[in-house]
């Protein structure tokens, strides 16, 4: 059954008629309402623009606030939220937190004593700003595309810019102990960029379990106190407001980070595509992100993925979550994978202690599933998931190594089983290479067959000297 979608977008605005465009700000006592279909219609994305900023840019598009409703899977409702966009870029939701789902119809309003709200058809409030009673006159959306609620001086009672989503607009600072956070769509984990003091960095987190894959740190290991895009790029300062980092990439509009792969990106807007491109990427090579494979997979130099078969009939191919539930894993092995590693940095260390004791550490935590060891640093880092695990070129005094079950082996000599896994890494980089091999063979064997079956001149025989 082919799945139906249907996209509803209108325009709920105020015209000026000296200007001619849409007014950028609301009164108190607004009231929009939006419908969905009568009947539950999987994929419908209704949208109701309230507001839009006055821009003098025809390269550029214009910020827009809209009431928004789309279909979910969750009971057969819809989720209800007030979005920003930047253009067709969804840049600020009041739902990324906590969704908001009703039946068949969703309300906006901005009631009379300030507070702004959504509603369901049962006056059920699902979401609000709180800023009630605060002397609050007009909603607008300002150039910068911060959503911001103004008391009869201008100043601000409530600003989306404090409640940071996935994205970091142009003009927007975040403070040290804030993040940004990006949730991949039916999975328990997440990633987070997160503003440290004495850093700026990218986590996976799942559960309880948290760990870093890309760090930023200030010039002269200054500590930092916040951060500020700019059109020049990301810019970090510390206590004095002094820049002391940068990372440059001019006519930077929008930070994000990606919810499938987790890479932090700056986006320009490139008027002659007519859309935003990420022209820096934190995280260039694929093999470098934590989900480039599957839990259980090394992604290889070909930017493959192979699977490490850590159980009996164990497939890399199986449910993300059935890895990720399994919490314990006791009375099993260790194996090193010769030529991986992990990309992923902040597990649990111990210092001073053997390979030999970094084994057995892992083994008698239930919860540990592999470590990373240094032979120079005599350092232990456990961690209790195998992800962001890639293909490198063997360094002496490095180790991975992987959890396995015991009797999982083919064989009861360790080295076999060593050979058995790293084998599984390079045999998607090993049948490229057989093909290549394979073609060659070929093309020189039916070369030599075609040169074969076409006439020898006839040499002429030389004298033989007595």
Known sequence: MVMKIITLSFLICLFSKLQGHCKSDIKLGFTLPLSSPIEYTPGFIGKAYIMETETSSRTEPSFKAALTMESSDYK??????????????????????????????CIFELTEDGDMRLKSNNKHVGWRSGTSGQGIERLEIQSSGNLVLLDAKNLIKWQSFNFPTDVMLSGQRLDVATQLTSFPKDSTMFYSFEVLRDKIALFLNLAKLKYSYWEYRPIENRTVNFLRLGPKGLDMFDDNSHRIGRIEQPLTRFLAIGNIT?????????????????????????????????????????????????????????????????????????????????????GTEARNVSKERCEELCKKDCECRAVSYSVYEESCVMYGVVMGVKE????????YMVKIPKGVRLSDEKSNMRKWVVGLVGGIDAFVILLLLSGFGFYYIRKR??????????????????
């Open 392 to 399: 490198i070129e063997r360094v002496s005094g490095l180790s």
């Open 262 to 346: 987790g890479n932090l990106g700056l986006y320009s807007y490139k008027p002659e595509k007519g859309k935003f491109e990420a022209t820096f990427q934190a995280l260039s090579n694929t093999c470098d992100l934590p989900v480039a494979c599957k839990p259980y997979g090394i992604c290889t130099s070909s930017k493959a993925c192979s699977c490490i078969k850590v159980m009996r009939n164990g497939d890399c191919n199986s449910n993300e979550e059935e890895w990720l539930s399994m919490k314990r894993l006791c009375d099993h092995e260790m194996v090193e994978l010769e030529g991986a590693t992990t990309v992923l940095r902040n």
């Open 449 to 466: 067959r075609k040169s074969s079956s076409q006439p020898q001149p006839q040499q002429q025989e030389e004298p033989i000297a007595e």
């Open 76 to 105: 057969g409702r819809y989720m209800c939220s007030i979005q920003v966009f930047f253009g067709d870029v969804s840049v600020w939701s009041s739902g990324h937190y906590t969704k908001m789902y009703v039946s068949n119809k």
